[in-house]
Structure formats: structure tokens, C-alpha cells
Nanobody
Framework: VQLQASGGGLVQTGGSLRLSCVASGTIWSINSMGWYRQAPGKQRESVAR???????NYADSVKGRFTISRDNAKNTAYLQMNSLKPEDTAVYYCNVVGWEYIGDNRQRNGNYWGQGTLVTVSS
């Protein structure tokens, strides 16, 4: 399973960005999709997650500003980020928990990561 994240960039405080994450490969099923971020000198933290029932959860720091959604037909997750703040500056990583088809009618559960996309919010 491969994840391709895109949509990062430079934006001013108060601006918006929309991140996309496309999952491809031998996907059998996706349980949940999420976004994490890692700022310089800090640990990676969970930002938002959405499961197969479209139940979402968010970090307290982004509640009311970020919205996660998914398009199951396209195996794609989105993160709409509004009212961005300088403290949102980080590399954002896409994460998928799901099942991969490995042949002989078998599947394997996995936790997959994308390559990251940089979001920079200027003050």
C-alpha cells in the first residue's frame, strides 16, 4: 500500500489549505485514515482521524478549524485546514490502518504512512 500526500505549502496566518492523501496498491479494505504532524524539534502528534463509519476525532488544538473527510471510492482522505496559525507549521503525514491483499486469498493488516507534506504558516 502506498500513500501519496499533497496540498502543503506556504500560507499566511488565518489562511486555508486542503491536504489530500491517496492510497493505492493492493488495498483490501481501509479501517481508518488519519493525519499526523511533526514540527521541528517536536514529536509526531495525531491531528485528525476518520474511521470507516465516518466517525471523526481531532486534536484539541485543531478542533473547530480542521475538518477531515474521506472518499471511499477513491481511497482518499482530505484535511481542510482553516484559520491556520504559525503553530500549525509542520510536516503533515497521512496514515492508513487497513488490510492489504497479499495473494492466495489472504490479507494482511497494516499501518501505512505517506511521505509527508510541509505546511508553513507565516505570521
Amino acid at each position: 500500500v502506498q500513500l501519496q500526500a499533497s496540498g502543503g505549502g506556504l500560507v499566511q496566518t488565518g489562511g486555508s489549505l486542503r491536504l489530500s492523501c491517496v492510497a493505492s496498491g493492493t488495498i483490501w479494505s481501509i479501517n481508518s485514515m488519519g493525519w499526523y504532524r511533526q514540527a521541528p524539534g517536536k514529536q509526531r502528534e495525531s491531528v485528525a482521524r476518520i474511521n470507516s463509519d465516518d466517525v471523526t476525532n481531532y486534536a484539541d488544538s485543531v478542533k473547530g478549524r480542521f475538518t477531515i473527510s474521506r472518499d471511499n471510492a477513491k481511497n482518499t482522505a482530505y484535511l481542510q485546514m482553516n484559520s491556520l496559525k504559525p503553530e500549525d507549521t509542520a510536516v503533515y503525514y497521512c496514515n492508513v490502518v487497513g488490510w492489504e491483499y497479499i495473494g492466495d486469498n489472504r490479507q494482511r493488516n497494516g499501518n501505512y504512512w505517506g511521505q509527508g507534506t510541509l505546511v508553513t504558516v507565516s505570521s
